[in-house]
């Protein structure tokens, strides 16, 4: 569905994507970790051609977007929702217009069909009644929730993630968890999720890879991964007080 073939990008000097390889399969829900910085964002903007890679291919659904222009590129971003890290709400628009933006961009939808369906899709997120609030009247999980149904408005076939539960309270980033799980055993999307939330992480990843030094540092599922003997994911696991066991170490005694 999604692939990557050795792609290098260098941002600053670096090698932020160090002959990166990645494929990603058609309806799995893919979680993307590693610690700030190690190019995460990077990766995801490298799938709908934010940036293109200084070396290597990107194919969606076989097709090489990494030249893509035009039309073409239009067809391969069609495809995608993007949650951006930090929600990129429109500060002038109400929420409920800026869920209602891509249709009214992108479509010849009528009105009433559109303001029907933006109703539906706060209400997936618990947006119902904030819908003629401004994006500054809101919280921060708020408008994070804001921009999650601005990405799935249009029903897409791949949704990326960047950071969909930071900065949400533990109960409504499980509400954000069972989400992207429904969308993806609902409706076969495709997920790629970005997170720190190891919880998240491992409760609806199909696989989960590790990205550091510009590669994969380690791919696998939930259940091998928390057993992984590689000295990083034993950090990442650590750092948020998951064992091997997958149970919570209480650090106190
Ligand atoms: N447009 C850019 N120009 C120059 N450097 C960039 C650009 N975008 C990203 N970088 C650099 O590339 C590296 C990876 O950035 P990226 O945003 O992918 O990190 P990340 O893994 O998403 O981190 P975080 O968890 O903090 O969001 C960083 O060192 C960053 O400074
Ligand atoms: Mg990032």
């Known amino acids: 569905m999604i692939e990557f073939r050795n792609v290098t990008k260098l941002l600053g000097g670096n090698a932020v994507l160090d002959n990166l390889n ?25 799938m709908v051609r ?14 090489d977007i990494t030249n893509a222009t035009g039309a073409d590129l239009e067809r391969a971003r069609e495809r995608f ?4 890290q930090g929600g990129a709400l429109l500060a002038w628009l ?51 929730r804001a921009g999650l149904a601005r990405a799935i408005i249009r029903e897409p076939e791949i949704i990326l993630y960047d950071e969909p539960t930071s900065g949400l309270d533990p109960v409504t980033s499980r509400t954000i968890d069972t989400l992207i799980d ?4 609902n409706l076969g999307v495709t997920s790629v999720v970005v997170t720190h939330d190891l919880h998240s992480a491992l409760a609806i990843g199909d696989r ?4 550091g030094g510009g590669k994969i540092v380690e791919l696998a599922t939930p259940d091998e991964f928390i057993v992984s003997d590689k000295p990083e994911v034993q950090a990442f696991l650590e750092s948020q007080y998951i064992t091997k066991e997958g149970s919570w170490e209480r650090k106190k005694s």
């Open 22 to 46: 990645l494929t990603i399969k058609q309806g799995e829900v893919f979680v993307i970790v590693g610690t700030s910085g190690a190019g995460k964002s990077v990766t995801l903007k490298h």
């Open 50 to 63: 934010l940036m293109t890679p200084d070396e290597g291919n990107v194919y969606i659904k076989g097709e």
């Open 81 to 84: 929702g993007y949650l951006f």
């Open 94 to 144: 109400s929420v409920m217009d800026n869920v209602a933006l891509p249709l009214r961009e992108k479509t010849d939808m009528p009105e009433d069909e559109i303001i029907s369906k933006v109703r539906k899709t706060l209400a997936l997120v618990g947006l119902e009644d904030d819908g003629d609030k401004k994006p500054s009247e809101i919280s921060g999980g708020m408008q994070k």
């Open 182 to 185: 429904d969308m993806s055993e």
């Open 208 to 211: 989960i890879a590790m990205l």
